[in-house]
């Protein structure tokens, strides 16, 4: 797989030093020139951040740290922020805090900083999480609804040796169709409030827990998202 697809449609963060430069341009340049200076500093960083992403992936999947560590000894001061935003993007914080925690020392301390801080957010992130899907799956259960849990809420109990290291957007739970309403209403029963609904899914979250209010990050404050899906795919699909 190409570097670049590590990096998801629009999520491309400017190094503010470019930026600064680029503004400094953009005054004493015309319109055509300026075009072409932004193409040129986008180009810079999405490379940049592809190098990264790369070499931070590969790290997660080989689990091998020293070669990891060669690399980025290279690495200039700015892509080291960018290495934070890249495994807060990716939610790789916390694998990647217990992979270099025993080479802490060779890693800038604002790298380690910010992913142990990362981790212990997300650890009360999914506690939190946790107790919430919990919840609705009880209550749905007791109004006699058969729910299966999706995607990352099974994933992190099951297929890591902690919770806390696969970061969770929202939690999954799939009901059959003609119980989707009473499934619905159980739901609502625990607290919970229907933020968004449409042919995929209903949405749902705590009063208080709407908004995404830190960015680049696994905070438990940012919004924890139960989603209740009545099937897995919305249409029909094929695989000739």
């Given at each position: ?163 806390h290291l696969r970061p969770m957007a929202d939690t999954d739970l799939l009901v059959r169709p003609d119980q989707f309403n009473k499934a619905t209403e159980a739901v609502l029963h625990t ?50």
């Open positions: 797989m190409p570097a670049s697809q590590f990096i998801p449609p629009g999520e491309v963060a400017f190094d503010v030093a470019n930026l600064r430069e680029a503004l400094a341009i953009r005054r004493v340049v015309r319109a055509p020139v300026w075009e072409r200076v932004k193409v040129e500093i986008l180009s810079v960083e999405i490379n940049a951040l592809a190098r990264i992403s790369a070499a931070l992936c590969q790290l997660t999947i080989s689990g091998n740290v020293h070669a990891f560590l060669n690399e980025s000894r290279a690495w200039p001061n700015a892509d080291w922020p960018r290495a934070c935003r890249i495994a807060a993007m990716q939610g790789i914080s916390q694998l990647l805090f217990e992979q270099l925690s025993p080479q802490a020392q060779a890693c800038p301390p604002e790298f380690m900083n910010f992913l142990r801080e990362q981790t212990e957010l997300n650890k009360k992130r999914i506690a939190l999480q946790t107790r919430e899907a919990l919840a609705a799956i009880s209550e749905i259960q007791r109004r006699g609804i058969s729910v299966l849990a999706l995607k990352g809420l099974v994933f992190a109990h099951t297929l890591y040796r902690e919770p607290g919970l409030v229907m933020v968004k609904r449409n042919e995929k899914h209903r949405v749902f979250a705590r009063p208080g827990n709407l908004a995404f209010a830190h960015l680049w990050s696994d905070h438990p404050a940012n919004r924890r998202s139960l989603e209740l899906h009545d099937r897995l795919l919305i249409r029909p699909f094929y695989v000739w």
